[in-house]
T-cell receptor, first 113, second 111 residues
Framework: NAGVTQTPKFQVLKTGQSMTLQCAQDMNHEYMSWYRQDPGMGLRLIHYSVGAGITDQGEVPNGYNVSRSTTEDFPLRLLSAAPSQTSVYFC????????????FGDGTRLSIL | KQEVTQIPAALSVPEGENLVLNCSFTDSAIYNLQWFRQDPGKGLTSLLLIQSSQREQTSGRLNASLDKSSGRSTLYIAASQPGDSATYLCAVSTDFNKFYFGSGTKLNVKP
């Protein structure tokens, strides 16, 4: 059982480049979300999805796009990378019931030069 | 907006000690609260989840409590071990899977 898989694990971009961070889960979870983790600030929610075809903004959505065409996949797109987007990005998934925990991927470490 | 604070930011204890990590939140209208463990360079592992209607949860040497009226949760670790060294994160949800995280407590358990 793979759980939540994120690719790539590391990436270096130049300012202005675009890229897509991939996230896939094999647990048939309805909910998926993206967070960024910066030193001393904890994790902050970027975008989330409550099911295929449904997405919404979190705390810090600017500069990022998401889509959810299938239950399994929830890619995060950086439209025009900026140094302020240097961070560690985590994808998470969970079932909709309140007693079900979130499952996290191992993260993507992204540096923008 | 929900604000989550964790105190202390770092803690160093000798092996075998019992310890308490604290988490406070500003909005008592929560859906659930989750404690996570994060090892360096790794993702988050869920330790305990407390639903809004519950007061505490236990798993092995871990016990988490929730007091919504005061906006507080504690994670109690009994008989600490060097393998418990990690960063512990508290996360509060106000709506399904919209979580707000504290900045964590970095725990070091010395042999």
């Amino acid at each position: 059982n793979a759980g939540v898989t994120q690719t790539p694990k590391f990436q270096v971009l130049k300012t202005g480049q675009s890229m897509t961070l991939q996230c896939a889960q094999d647990m048939n979870h309805e909910y998926m979300s993206w967070y960024r983790q910066d030193p001393g600030m904890g994790l902050r929610l970027i975008h989330y999805s409550v099911g295929a075809g449904i997405t919404d903004q979190g705390e810090v959505p600017n500069g990022y796009n998401v889509s959810r065409s299938t239950t399994e996949d929830f890619p995060l797109r950086l439209l025009s990378a900026a140094p302020s987007q240097t961070s560690v990005y985590f994808c998470a998934s969970s079932r909709r019931e309140s007693n079900q925990p979130q499952h996290f991927g191992d993260g993507t470490r992204l540096s923008i030069l | 907006k929900q604000e989550v604070t964790q105190i202390p930011a770092a803690l160093s204890v000798p092996e075998g000690e019992n310890l308490v990590l604290n988490c406070s939140f500003t909005d008592s209208a929560i859906y659930n609260l989750q404690w996570f463990r994060q090892d360096p360079g790794k993702g988050l592992t869920s330790l305990l989840l407390i639903q809004s209607s519950q007061r505490e949860q236990t798993s092995g040497r871990l016990n988490a409590s929730l007091d919504k009226s005061s906006g507080r949760s504690t994670l109690y670790i009994a008989a600490s071990q060097p393998g418990d060294s990690a960063t512990y994160l508290c996360a509060v949800s106000t709506d399904f899977n919209k979580f707000y995280f504290g900045s964590g407590t970095k725990l070091n358990v010395k042999p």
